[in-house]
């Protein structure tokens, strides 16, 4: 092991637990479940979709989806951004997927992430578009998931401070 990293792959841990009894049938177990990120402490509460009788208070695996795709966008178009020199001050998404209701098995078709990127004054945003996409290509997420993500980003440089 060189540098505490192991060589081979990156293993990544999940643990979920559940209590309740599905004696009742499908119309009267709890959805309601905690799920943990070791070595996160802290848990995470989840549910189903509440069209699927889960509680709208909690996450659900869909929303996880859709939000780790848009951690993995933002986090890779961070690197990207920092290594061409091009200088972030905020990035915010509004990131949206899709599940069509008559689709067999039912899936996220589409995963649409809304970044919008603030840059400082004076960046140069003429390879905005190409950084953009290489941060796509280089995203793991997106290159795990057969579903199709569409990456709809808009920048705004920030305006000059006027001396004072």
Known sequence: MAGGHRTGAHTYRATIAWEGSTGGGYTAYAREHEGTVPP???PVALSADPHFRGDADRANP???LV???SSC???SFLHV???AGL???DYTDDAEGVMPVGEHPLRLTRIT???RVLVAAGSDVSRFEDLVHEAHEGCFIANSLTTEIV???TVEVAPKESPT
């Open 67 to 69: 939000l780790a795709a």
């Open 151 to 153: 990456v709809q980003a």
């Open 62 to 64: 869909e929303q996880l």
């Open 81 to 83: 951004a920092a290594t």
């Open 87 to 89: 200088d972030v001050l």
């Open 40 to 42: 996160a402490r802290d």
């Open 113 to 115: 992430l809304r970044p």
């Open 73 to 75: 966008q933002l986090l």
